[in-house]
């Protein structure tokens, strides 16, 4: 689940500059914000996810352990739904304009 996760936010990250090449329009400036930041949240949200999930295992009783996969989830779920109540401020706040260059 690890690898599937870090894999999958490689994969919407390295979307970014696909759309960076394309004819800039408000909406392409829009959707590689929101592709690079959620990739970045799920990439690096399922190493540290992997980080807390291991310190918390180690540091609670067996018998009081949870499920591993439980609290994976629900850290990555967390870390994710931070990264898009941010962006949905964000982009209500900030239109971000599509500049041409010469």
Do not use: H
């Not at 609290?71 to 739904?81: A, E, K, Q, R």
């Amino acid at each position: 689940l690890l690898l599937l996760l870090i894999i999958l936010g490689a994969i919407i990250s390295c979307l970014t500059p696909i759309l960076l090449v394309l004819q800039p329009t408000e909406a392409s400036c829009q959707i590689s914000f929101w592709l690079w930041g959620i990739g970045f949240s799920v990439y690096f949200g399922a190493l540290l996810a992997r980080l807390i999930t291991m310190w918390r295992y180690y540091q609670e009783d067996e018998s009081n352990a949870k499920s591993v996969k439980v609290l994976f989830l629900s850290t990555v779920g967390t870390l994710l739904l931070v990264e898009i109540i941010l962006l949905v401020v964000w982009t209500s706040i900030k239109i971000n304009k599509p500049v041409q260059f010469r």
